[in-house]
């Protein structure tokens, strides 16, 4: 049978909002039993978009952002979107230890974990409009009943 | 900031890190650590690990910045209670680069 769900979040880019959209995304997470270690990568993953939104997209100003999720048989996908700044030199921007804030002890690996940690990762920006980060990672590949996170429905 | 999770012995500051060092979290921590590496004379930071379930890059660069900090005045940083989880973490963002892993 093919499974689907969707789920989507508007909220704004304040700092204690990122615990909300990991706690958000990991209850979603849940219906597909995942390990511990797959929670933590995709929590990690949509942190680090998140933070990225808030600090880069909109310099700390409180502005929307959109989170959503959705499950397609064994993958969930994240999308992170803001109307902030934008990134003129993506390729640049997702170099390893590459930041444009150091001054604000930025250790430039955002991007580099949302990579690690997911197995697809997508980001669209636009200078001036925005920045959309969508993540994909399939769910399910390490052998079950390893740390799982108890019982699927 | 909660107060609580510093711990002064003499000249040894312990931070016992929350559940979840995010961006959130790295920020009060930084401010308030700050203060009191500026405030008192601190030869030693810890890094208590011990209760942290969840870190991501944000607490990286907060970390290497307390670090800059305290080898700049000749003090020493050792982190401790380090999950599998948090030192994996620890090692993509390179703060074993600068900081001794410790085997507890
Ligand atoms: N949503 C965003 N809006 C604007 N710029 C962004 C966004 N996300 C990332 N960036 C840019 O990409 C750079 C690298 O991001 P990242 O790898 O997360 O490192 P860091 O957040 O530590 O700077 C940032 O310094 C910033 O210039
Ligand atoms: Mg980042």
Do not use: W
């Not at chain 2, 910045?65 to 993509?92: D, H, I, P």
């Amino acid at each position: 049978m093919r499974e689907e769900h969707h789920m989507k979040l508007e909220m704004e880019s304040r700092s204690e909002n990122e615990g909300l959209a990991r706690t958000v995304v990991a209850a979603f997470l849940l219906r597909m039993n995942p390990t511990v270690e797959e929670m933590n990568d995709v929590k990690t993953a949509v942190s680090e978009a998140v933070t990225n939104s808030i600090i880069h997209g909109y310099g700390n100003e409180v502005h929307k952002i959109i989170l959503s999720a959705d499950i397609l048989e064994d993958c969930i996908t994240v999308t992170v979107e803001d109307f902030g700044r934008g990134i003129p030199d993506i390729e640049r921007a997702m170099e390893p230890m590459y930041t444009t804030c150091p001054a604000l002890e930025r250790s430039g690996m955002g991007f580099s974990f949302m990579e690690a940690f997911m197995d697809e990762l997508h980001v669209t920006s636009s200078v001036g409009k925005g920045t959309v980060v969508r993540m994909k990672k399939r769910i399910g590949r390490e052998k079950a009943g390893n740390g799982s996170y108890g019982s699927a429905d | 900031m909660n107060r609580q999770i510093f711990h002064k012995e003499g000249a040894t500051l312990r931070i016992m890190l929350p559940r979840e060092v995010d961006h959130h979290a790295a920020e009060e921590i930084r401010s308030a650590a700050d203060h009191i590496l500026e405030t008192e004379l601190i030869g030693q930071l810890i890094f208590d690990f011990s209760g942290t379930e969840f870190m991501d890059s944000s607490g990286i660069g907060m970390i290497l910045g307390r670090y800059k900090r305290v080898r700049f005045m000749g003090g020493a940083v050792r982190l401790t209670g380090v999950s599998e989880r948090v030192g994996r973490l620890l090692a993509m963002g390179g703060v074993y680069q600068m900081i001794g892993k410790e085997e507890e």
